[in-house]
Nanobody
Framework: VQLQACGGGLVQAGGSLRLSCAASGRTFSMYIMGWFRQAPGKDREFVGY???????DYADSVKGRFTISRDNAKNTVYLQMNSLKPEDTAVYYC???????????????????WGQGTQVTVSS
């Protein structure tokens, strides 16, 4: 599967952005889709994921502010980000899960396919 993320940009603290990640292929609905982010000089970190059934899980740092959803008819997963903070500044990546993986989907190890990333900058 190929992933293309978009929707990043510059926003003031307290503002909102919605990222989209479009996937190629006809089996999109079979993938667990994750969002990660990476700030300069830091490791890539988990933001959240949406399961095949639409259940979600989030990192504590974004709970209550970020929402992940998916539209299987459009082969697209979304990341709605509200109440943005300067510490949310990072490159955001979408990812599709690794087949037969049995570990935690909060780990980068759970994903085989990655989008190219989209920059989100939150100014104070």
């Amino acid at each position: 599967v190929q992933l293309q993320a978009c929707g990043g940009g510059l926003v003031q603290a307290g503002g909102s952005l919605r990222l989209s990640c479009a996937a190629s292929g006809r089996t999109f609905s079979m993938y667990i889709m994750g969002w990660f982010r990476q700030a300069p000089g830091k490791d890539r970190e988990f933001v959240g994921y949406v399961s095949r059934s639409g259940a979600t899980d989030y990192a504590d740092s974004v709970k209550g502010r970020f929402t992940i959803s998916r539209d299987n008819a459009k082969n697209t997963v979304y990341l709605q980000m509200n109440s943005l903070k300067p510490e949310d500044t990072a490159v955001y990546y979408c990812a599709a899960d690794r087949p037969y993986y049995s570990g935690s989907y909060s780990s980068v190890e759970g994903y085989d396919y990655w989008g190219q990333g989209t920059q989100v900058t939150v100014s104070s």
